[in-house]
């Protein structure tokens, strides 16, 4: 059965850094591509960043990139997002997600070809 169990968020000053957990279960992590999205109150949902399965290349949404970074460790099957430079517009809930198929960056945001699967989310507010 597959899991996706997000961890990691809370409340942070502007200017701060978070690192969000993504544990993986039913499945072996680097088979697939995986990543996170995002959706602020209404608004629409937001690719992030993700990790293609072929090469293992990072995807970055225009708005995080230079301050997130995206890893995982397939040991651990754990998926991380580094999110530096905190700005209140990052205040959403942020979901890992997995794909079937694959990631890509396009339109200036991160898009997952076939997501089958995704957590149950994590709060992340950026507030002083």
């Known amino acids: 059965q597959v899991q996706l169990v997000e961890s990691g968020g809370g409340l942070v000053q502007p200017g701060g850094s978070l690192r969000l957990s993504c544990a993986a279960s039913?499945?072996?992590?680097?088979?697939?591509?995986i990543g996170w999205f995002r959706q602020a109150p209404g608004k629409e949902r937001e690719g992030v960043s993700c990790i293609s399965s072929s090469d293992g290349s990072t995807y970055y949404a225009d708005s995080v990139k230079g301050r997130f970074t995206i890893s995982r460790d397939n040991a651990k099957n754990t998926v991380y997002l580094q999110m530096n430079s905190l700005k209140p517009e990052d205040t959403a809930v942020y979901y890992c997600?997995?794909?079937?198929?694959?990631?890509?960056?396009?339109?200036?945001?991160?898009?997952?070809?076939?997501?089958?699967?995704w957590g149950k989310g994590t709060l992340v507010t950026v507030s002083s």
């Open positions: 997600a997995k794909a079937s198929v694959s990631c890509y960056y396009s339109d200036y945001t991160v898009s997952f070809y076939g997501m089958d699967y």
């Open positions: 039913g499945f072996t992590l680097d088979y697939y591509a």
